[in-house]
């Protein structure tokens, strides 16, 4: 006898409470291994795989692609037992055990540390939700979802597909009446009393409108997130910014000399290396550009580490992901981790625990020919440094006119923990290593 269980969306990250379906890897029919990845989803941090914690034959998907899901919510049901072989026997009892209100999902790869249970979060202001049974039951065969047709997917929540199909209503065939074009339970039983929708003129989610030569999309994942915590950095940090325009040929030449040498042969050494090191360096000296306001507790915390954050552009948006005790790397390590970051960054697959607890930032504007800019801080930490585009302009040396390379560096910092001149000093530092890398040996 075949025995069900349900996929709930996992917490993948603390504090998570929805993500958006971006790409089924299995279909009903398809039999999985433990631990085997059969969903990638977005969460507000970043794009994630998850894993099944059983063994089986999927039956039925319940979400769609691009449906935004909450945290407990089941989206797939899986055979665990397809042959019946491990059906108890009738006449076995049961176990003496404490009701099962509830059952652990044990921590998987793509999970993160969490124990993540099946139950369904309470919405705010809702009576408590009665304890579900026990996932694993003894039912028919869920029929397979209708493939979509010439790659459309119909937007419509699970209970309503659910309607759909006991209704005999092709979902495909309506019109939705909702926001973004969404199906709803009245368009499913309109269609059911054969009477079709109207359709309905949306402004949200619908693309492309020949008529306003206006495109939409929505706000969420990444870019969600994005949006939100650097409101709140805006509205809450006062930032200061403060510029300071520096001679780095000498730096550009000591690293053609790198991609001479033996020990960095295959390394990627870039201005952004540099920077790095000189932030991690410099962080030193002014310890305040390290640390972090923290409201709640009326406090100001020091960071005996340096996780340095690199803003990066993907496709999904703005991250910055982290390089986790960058002050003790040597510069050809943080070469190579720099090098990595920005490549899984690249392919969507940084980790939301990549993109937490950073201490300090960096952002590259010169890699797009910007000359800088005004970064707004990160949230959780005090100060950002821009780097701007190298170029070749006129600079005095010793009192003669000479084509150099030219670097503008801009830092804005938290105000509220980084006074005029710490924050000074810090920028000064960080030129000073840029402009000559030999001053890092007094350092």
């Known amino acids: 006898m075949p025995t069900y269980k349900e996929f709930p969306l996992a917490d993948t990250a603390e504090g998570l409470t929805e993500a958006d379906i971006l790409n089924w890897h299995v279909k009903p029919g398809d039999t999985v291994t433990v631990n085997q ?3 990638e989803i977005e969460t507000a941090k970043a794009a994630v795989e998850l894993p099944i914690p059983w063994a089986g034959v999927v ?12 945290v407990g919510t089941p989206i797939l049901t899986i055979d665990v037992d397809p042959g019946g072989a491990a059906a108890p026997a009738a006449a076995a009892p049961a176990p003496a055990a404490a009701p099962v209100e509830e059952e652990e999902m044990k921590p998987l790869v793509g999970y993160g540390s969490k124990a993540v249970v099946t139950q369904r979060r309470a919405r705010k202001g809702a009576a408590p939700a009665p304890a579900p049974a026990a996932v694993a039951v003894a039912a028919p065969p869920a029929p397979a979802p209708a493939a979509p047709r010439g790659g459309y997917v119909p937007l419509a929540k699970p209970p309503v597909r659910k309607l759909a199909k006991d209704l005999g209503v092709d979902l495909h065939a309506l019109t939705g009446t909702a926001s973004g074009g969404v199906i709803t339970r009245d368009d499913v039983q309109r269609a059911a009393n054969g009477s079709a929708a109207a359709p309905v003129a949306s402004t949200v989610d619908t693309g492309y409108d020949p008529a306003t030569r206006e495109r939409r999309v929505p706000i969420k ?17 006062p930032h200061v910014t403060e510029f300071l325009t520096i001679d780095v040929t000498p730096m550009m030449e000591f690293r053609e000399k790198l991609k001479k040498s033996r020990e960095f042969s295959g390394v990627k050494v870039t201005p952004l290396t540099f920077a790095a090191k000189a ?9 305040d550009i390290n640390a972090v306001w923290d409201e709640a507790a009326q406090e100001i915390v020091y960071k005996d580490y340096v996780h340095l954050g690199i803003a990066a552009a993907t496709p999904r948006g703005l991250i910055v992901p982290k390089v986790r005790d960058a002050d003790s790397l040597s510069l050809k390590e943080l070469a190579v981790a ?15 625990a990549d993109m937490a607890n950073g201490t300090i930032t960096i952002t590259n504007v ?15 930490e005090s100060a950002i440094l821009c780097l701007g585009a190298i170029k070749d302009q006129p600079w005095v040396v010793d009192g003669e006119i000479k084509v150099r390379k030219v670097l503008q560096l801009s830092l804005s910092f938290d105000h509220r923990v980084v006074d005029g001149q710490q924050g000074s000093e810090f920028l000064a530092d960080v030129g000073a290593l840029l402009a000559d890398p030999a001053m890092a040996m007094t350092y």
Not at 221 to 237: E, L
Not at 338 to 351: C, F, I, P
Not at 370 to 380: L, R
């Open 338 to 352: 720099l090098t990595q970051l920005t490549d899984v960054a690249r392919e969507g697959k940084t980790s939301p």
């Open 37 to 39: 990845i059969v969903v």
């Open 59 to 70: 039956t039925e998907l319940h979400v769609e692609p691009g449906q935004t899901v909450e």
């Open 221 to 237: 994942g990444v870019r969600k997130m994005t949006a939100a915590a650097m409101v709140q950095s805006a509205y809450t940090a």
């Open 366 to 380: 010169g890699v797009f020919g910007v000359d800088t800019g005004t970064p707004i801080i990160n949230p959780g």
């Open 279 to 287: 932030v991690c360096l410099a962080a030193k000296r002014t310890p």
